[in-house]
């Protein structure tokens, strides 16, 4: 079982939607959960960071965390072509020393 | 405003060939971070700095070494690139490494071992 997994994709939705990413861990120690999108040829941008159960809302940006089940998500609303890019899970904990973990990455398209 | 900067942005090698690649961050972080990224498989941690002074494997340390210069500087050298070295590589810095720090990522290094 990797670390970090997440769905591939490409998750496909249209514009307007609410878009729905999912990410599953595997230490239950960890503390730390953060959400990065990179688009195509670019660098990781952090967009959301999430230490606590339950929701955290940044504008249209909104994560979710449960750790008894182990799993972090984040959804867009209203979600805009210029959303389009690769979104990445990455997880920090005792049992990785502190380090980020990363999950291969969910690509997101979104259809105008 | 520059946050973290590398060199060079693209470089093509021949296998045997060595190099080294630069990485520096002007945001006064302690821990600072290199990875390769390659399709399908996501980020993986090469090397890290946690602290001016210190160095440690990562993920996938094989092939390379790297140097913390100053507080500031972290750079990764190829002592002999091989094919399976082809990447797009990353460094990043944390104000310190533990749980809660997030990690602010260059723009990347393409690099093309042939």
């Known amino acids: 079982q990797k670390e970090v997994e997440q769905n591939s994709g490409p998750l496909s939705v249209p514009e307007g939607a609410i878009a729905s990413l999912n990410c599953t861990y595997s230490?239950?120690?960890?503390?730390?959960f953060f959400w990065y999108r990179q688009y195509s040829g670019k660098s990781p941008e952090l967009i959301m960071s999430?230490?606590?159960?339950g929701d955290k809302e940044d504008g249209r940006f909104t994560a979710q965390l449960n750790k008894a089940s182990q799993y972090v998500s984040l959804l867009i609303r209203d979600s805009q072509p210029s959303d389009s890019a690769t979104y990445l899970c990455?997880?920090?904990?005792?049992?990785?020393?502190?380090?980020?973990?990363f999950g291969a990455g969910t690509i997101l398209r979104v259809k105008s | 405003n520059a946050g973290v900067t590398q060199t060079p942005k693209f470089q093509v090698l021949k296998t045997g060939q060595s190099m080294t690649l630069q990485c520096a961050q002007d945001?006064?972080?302690?821990?600072m971070y290199w990875y390769r990224q390659d399709p399908g498989m996501g980020l993986r941690l090469i090397y890290y700095?946690?602290?001016?002074?210190?160095?440690d494997k990562g993920e996938v340390p094989n092939g390379y070494n790297v140097s913390r210069l100053n507080k500031r500087e972290f750079s990764l050298r190829l002592e002999s690139a091989a094919p399976s070295q082809t990447s797009v590589y990353f460094c990043?810095?944390?104000?310190?490494?533990?749980?809660?720090?997030?990690?602010?990522f260059g723009d990347g290094t393409r690099l093309s071992i042939l």
């Open positions: 990043a810095s944390s104000d310190r490494l533990s749980a809660g720090q997030p990690q602010h």
């Open positions: 230490d239950r120690g960890s503390q730390s």
């Open positions: 999430i230490y606590s159960n």
């Open positions: 990455a997880v920090k904990g005792m049992e990785y020393g502190n380090k980020l973990v």
């Open positions: 945001m006064n972080h302690n821990s």
């Open positions: 700095s946690a602290s001016e002074g210190t160095t």
